[in-house]
DNA sequence: AGCACATAGTTAGCATGCTAACGAAATAGA
DNA sequence: TCTATTTCGTTAGCATGCTAACTATGTGCT
């Protein structure tokens, strides 16, 4: 029954991955640089490579490729701190906010095909215990850090 | 508000793997390996690698890797089949199988620990809506295909 | 029967995730 | 002040996912 709730978490997630990835591939990204773009958006335009990586979910010398690859295909920068030597701060270029635009679009579009049929009662639910699935995980994950 | 569904179905998926692999790893197995085991053992032995490859949710290529070091350990063994030359069906091996007894264990822990707080109504729904997802994303993607 | 096509498994090579180790800059403590 | 530690970004190298292409076997059409 509840055996392979997290096999189906699993699914879930890789599969919406995919799915948006098929449309997203129109753009010409591919799936590391648009959630790596989406992020940034999210978390907002400014923030240090390591907030980053940590929102997108992957580690440092990941994300480390990832923008190197962004900034080499116009859509991001990376400036100097003057507050903090050792930081660098990541900005979208104009190419960049334009091209994510058109990634909004996608996603709202492949997010309405992969809810069809569940109700908005069920979204609600959806959230909310994900969080709490991620929070439970996080606190895990930092208990055993040590 | 819903905005970020698709967001957090992929992090909630990959953390909840990040931390029963922490278990796992205990058990002297990589993520990959554990997983291709545990659905092997949910399919049935005996099932030949496309099946088992559709079920872990990973291209057949990569599978075959996953296998041959599974393999190499003496947890499964390819054999021959009979009736059709092209396949090879799967199945587990002695120490396979006692291994995959201190793997449910371990996965049944981190289950508990993952979905502390969401109540068993909440599972359930839980449940019905990732089955719900995947169905669609199987359907766009077949859709795609063509 | 014979030829085109489909399917299962594999191999090769590329893309991307990770950990380990490093240098530069900031910070804390003697 | 100056030394040890921490933090941020990076580089190097390994593990694993993918697609493309190949071989062997089965299937279907004539």
Redesign the interface.
């Known amino acids: 029954?509840?055996?392979?709730?997290?096999?189906?978490?699993?699914?879930?997630?890789?599969?919406?991955?995919?799915?948006?990835d098929?449309y997203m591939a129109e753009l010409g990204l591919t799936q590391t640089r648009w959630v790596a773009l989406?992020?940034l958006d999210?978390v907002g335009e400014g923030c240090t490579q390591t907030v980053l990586a940590a929102n997108v979910?992957v580690e440092q010398p990941s994300l480390v490729r990832t923008l190197g690859q962004l900034e080499e295909a116009g859509l991001i920068e990376r400036r100097t701190n003057p507050e903090d030597g050792r930081c660098r701060t990541v900005w979208l270029t104009d190419a960049g906010r334009e091209l994510l635009g058109k990634m909004e679009v996608v996603?709202?579009d492949?997010?309405k095909?992969?809810?069809?049929?569940?109700s908005s009662e069920?979204?609600?639910?959806?959230?909310?215990?994900?969080?709490?699935?991620?929070s439970?995980?996080?606190a895990?994950?930092e208990e055993?850090r040590k």
């Open positions: 029954m509840e055996s392979n709730l997290g096999w189906l978490m699993n699914r879930a997630g890789h599969i919406w991955r995919t799915v948006v098929h989406l992020v999210k979910g996603a709202r492949g997010r095909l992969l809810l069809k049929g569940v069920q979204r609600k639910m959806l959230h909310d215990v994900l969080e709490i699935i991620i439970n995980a996080q895990v994950l055993e």
